[in-house]
């Protein structure tokens, strides 16, 4: 990233990301105005976006672009240059990154109550992983992001939990699994709540993959439970032989 003192016009636009935290930068240009012909340099995993007045303009992909009407189609149609220009010109870009974020924990804040058809209901807790990827850049600036100077992984993982969740809730209480069952059922449990989060996130913006259930932990009660169950079972087989 190019540093540029007051009244210098800005040659070379990029984003040489130096935190993996930051998923979203608003390029720094100091109040400098962009020079006509100025090249935008995108590297691999990143797009830029255009912004005007708070209108999502252009958007573009890996390489080095030149700033120019023809390149800039629909800022050149909200700033009326119907004949082109040759001045510098004052907007906004923002880089994005498109990898996958990985490393997305979720966990349930509260427990959850499950109705279970040899316990009652059960009151359980959960935790896991997942990874998405902004893959529409001006839907994620306008849904999730918003157009601050930065926009970051933690930022994003509190914005997600609450659907996160919710979805894991319902897809428990609707699959009916009973307790004794969870631990051996979690790639499904999984999968349902990756077909219906990705529902959610793709509004978005956000692509959503190996959504992982990781634990569910059960009251120690319902597992002493469990285990004194487990136990009947092996005396009962054993006053058969």
Known sequence: MGWFSNNVLIDIIDWESNDDNVIVYKYDRNDNEIKNGAKLVVRESQLAVIVEKG????????????????????????????????????????????????????????????????????????????????????????????????????????????????????????????????AMNYQEIGDLCETGISERLTPMGLTLKNFMVMNIALPENVEEAMDQRASMGAIGNMGQF
Not at 90 to 102: G, L, N
Not at 132 to 148: M, Q, R
């Open 55 to 182: 209108k999502f303009s252009d958007v573009f992909e890996p390489g080095t672009h030149e700033l120019s009407t023809e390149n800039l189609p629909i800022l050149t149609d909200i700033m009326g240059w119907k004949h082109g220009f040759d001045s510098p010109f004052v907007t906004e870009v923002y880089f994005i990154d498109t990898r996958y974020i990985t490393g997305m924990s979720w966990g349930t804040p509260n427990e959850i109550p499950l109705r279970d058809a040899d316990f009652g209901i059960v009151r359980l807790s959960a935790f896991g992983e997942y990874q998405v990827k902004i893959t529409e850049p001006t839907k994620f600036l306008s849904e999730v992001s918003g157009l601050d100077k930065q926009f970051t992984k933690e930022e994003l993982d509190e914005k997600l939990m609450p659907f996160v969740v919710s979805k894991f809730a319902d897809v428990l209480g609707e699959s009916k699994i009973p307790a004794l069952d969870l």
